[in-house]
């Protein structure tokens, strides 16, 4: 598990060093950098498991929005001693992204020292004949995912990202393959599904066309018709299919964020959500990075387990993004206690604008 990393000159970041837990969640206002710092993350993965020449898709296609190399870098009124971008990890392994122009040579550059330690562990496999760098195989895996409705809706496969692409594509296969190799994993989905109300079971179809990618979905409610597919569900039922797929397949990365985690869930259902990811996290070995701006999904941590980490990220006097670690709030005798979603309204976590 990557427990530190320290993010220095990229876009609104200029020094930022956070302590991760396995499931970490990030609040904070619209543009104070939280999902900068995830794409920061995806930066140092594609760095350190691709050629010496980074392709812009290759960055695109793992999460990263791609613009002017120079608006990638902090652009603020002290210029930085150095232009590089640089992550360092828990394991003080450093990896230095120096941007080129994507117009004209569409390239990263990228340079990486690992510790004498990590050159020995298991998890790192040297490749240094090759046009390979060594790789760090927990974080090269890295990716930021954001999906959509449509990828999620229509089942497609057009991603080049294995084995789920960041919007959702591909998700069908990767069913197909669980059902297949880890019917029980499967069966896992399904249970956890039935945080929806209305949902009674899902089945992949036996008599499939080479070309359909179709699952049939049964609603308890509707008895005249015995199933409908995923272009007939309801946009939360896809998410959350998305999600609990990450999460228990074994074919997904250890590691990975999710932007905006909330999207088109009902808020009891959020909270609930949270809880069988924080459960989920630790009986299928993952750690990932959460952003929310629904309220609902703090009351789904429990801060008094250390694994379970919110971080509020704003943009301090001088425009450089920060994050600090909250703790759990402490109990006043004669004072109301309140969730953390009440308390983030409250404004007592930060995170919220303060200019209106």
Known sequence: ????????????????????GRLNVFIGENGCGKTNVLE??????????SYKSLPETLLSLKGVRITDPLLMQPVFEQKNATTEIIITDHLKNK??????????????KHHIDLTPESKEGKDYLDLSDTDYFLVQTHLSQFLNYAPENYFLRRFEEEGQIRPIGIRGEGLFKHLVQLYKNQPDLLSKIRDKLRLIGWFEGFEIPSDLMFTERRINIKDKYLQEIDFFDQRSANEGFLYLLFYFTLFISPYTPAFFAIDNIDNALNPKLCSELIRQLASLCTEHNKQVILTTHNPAILDGLDLHDDNQRLFTIYRNADGHTIARRIKPLKEVKGVEK???????????????????
């Open 1 to 20: 598990m990557i427990h530190q990393i320290v993010i220095q000159n990229y876009k609104s970041i200029t020094h930022l060093e956070l302590e991760l």
């Open 40 to 49: 920061a993350i995806t930066c140092s993965s594609v760095g350190v498991v």
């Open 95 to 108: 990896f230095t992204l120096e941007l080129k122009d994507f117009q004209e040579n569409t390239t990263i």
């Open 338 to 356: 309140v969730r953390l979603s009440e308390a983030f309204i409250r404004g007592y976590l930060g995170g919220l604008p303060k200019n209106f």
